[in-house]
């Protein structure tokens, strides 16, 4: 074995290493020092290896894109990680595209019918990865709708970019060099608009799954355009990213009831099977009966049910992402713990707009790690919880979801909330979700609403608790 190719070797096994170590909160930091290490070395390794090392216009280009990648990560706040996660997909497959048409263009030598199959590919889902990346991008920074974008026949478009893609794509493999280029240009216009096409149909309900897969696709598409030049390091970690991709995609769609075929074809219902258990037809339109407002009256009969509560779930959500109100969550927990409360966090897989994002944002605020806890592990706990405090929540905790058939979340596992004595809900409005659901957990007898923006409410909340005082 050459010493390239035990070098990569070892670079390979150094970003497995870390993705394991990312997988607890305890050792995640280190899992991340350790595969940017990794990453790094294998750059270097190519550099050695191809002989082009000593390239100014290589080293120019490492050193911008390692001043804007520094610049990112110092300036973006947690709550934009989710976009720029889906910029970083974009650019990773936009540079994967990039190298697969040059191939396919004849401008990295000559190119047989293999080297057509693999150009082919790498340019395709890197084009779908770059144009799809870029909208959910915009989706999640508010530059566009973040509802889904449908129009009429928009599934006929979608499927007739695919088909003639994939027309193309076996064409390169028949027609004559002199011929490649034109179909490689179309190719690429066409993945790109599919990208688009989507993308734009998704909602915030939808994205976690869609950054997974693109993170996935990414990956994918690293790996091709490695077969396409050759480069045998460059397919391994590719490999490694898109399987790890595949894999986390494949959570989200059973953590969403999705099949992974209806996410690549863009369809938002969600697929029949028996629902979660929970609250009957019946009992929601019971519930529903009365109409949610909050609480002026007895503005302050949520600090008594607080002030009584020997066991508290608190449920965070986007809302409170959207509100910075994670630190607010933090000290509002402390007091309670303070007061000899049962204090814990469970987190929905899809809470947030990417897969551990709620993990995320607590962790900033020092939430500690073993008083978070997933879905699975804490639904049973529900029954017996005094009260259970929602933080800008709406479709994880919707009962909905047992009940109304069609709609995007009918089947969704969710947070059985409503299964506790009281729960109490800091949210801004009561407004459906992204999936455009109306909640009955909002109308039913054991729940106050307490309304206004997350980090508001919870700091009066908080005075009042501190202070013993009822809110004016």
Known sequence: MSWVNLLGLIFVLGTIWGIKLMNSPMTAVRGNLLGSVSMAGAIILTLLAEGIISLPLLWAAMAIGALFGYYLAVKVAMIQMPQMVALLNGFGGGSSAIVSLLALLGLLGDISTADRLTSGLGLVIGSITLSGSLIAAAKLHGKMNQRPIIFKGQSTWNNLALLATGILFISLLVIPSGRISQAALWILVLSLAYGILFTI??????????????????????????????????????????????ILTRLMCKAMNRSLSQVL????????????PGVSLSE????????????????????SHIRNAESIIVIPGYGMALAQAQ????????????????????????????PGHMN????????PYDKLFEMNDINDE???????????????????????????????????????????????????????????????????????????????????????????
């Not at 929601?284 to 302050?300: H, V």
């Open 382 to 472: 529900f029954k017996e919880t005094d009260l259970v405090i929602v933080v800008g929540a709406n479709d994880v905790i919707n009962p909905a979801a047992n009940t109304a058939e069609g709609t995007p979340i009918y089947g969704m596992p969710i947070l059985r909330a409503y299964e506790a004595k009281h729960v109490v809900i800091f949210n801004l409005d009561t407004k459906p979700g992204y999936a455009g659901v109306d909640n009955p957990l909002y109308s039913m007898d054991n729940t106050t609403l307490v309304l206004g923006d997350a980090a508001t409410t919870i700091s009066k909340a908080i005075d009042g608790i501190s202070t013993g005082k009822d809110l004016v």
């Open 284 to 303: 929601e339109r019971r519930f529903s009966q009365r109409k949610p407002e909050a609480d002026t009256e007895n503005q302050d009969d949520f600090l």
């Open 360 to 367: 995320v944002l607590l962790a900033e605020a020092d939430v």
């Open 265 to 276: 074809t863009g369809k938002t219902v969600l697929i029949s099977k028996k629902p979660d």
């Open 201 to 246: 149909r998704v909602g915030g309900a939808d994205m976690p799954i869609t950054i997974s897969l693109l993170n996935s696709f990414s990956g994918i598409a690293a790996s091709i355009s490695g077969l396409a030049v050759r480069n045998p390091l460059l397919v391994a970690i590719g490999a490694i990213v898109g399987a790890s991709g595949l």
């Open 327 to 354: 630190h607010e969550v933090k000290k509002f927990a402390d007091i309670l713990e303070g007061m000899n409360k049962e204090v814990k966090f469970a987190i929905h897989p899809v809470a947030g707009r990417m």
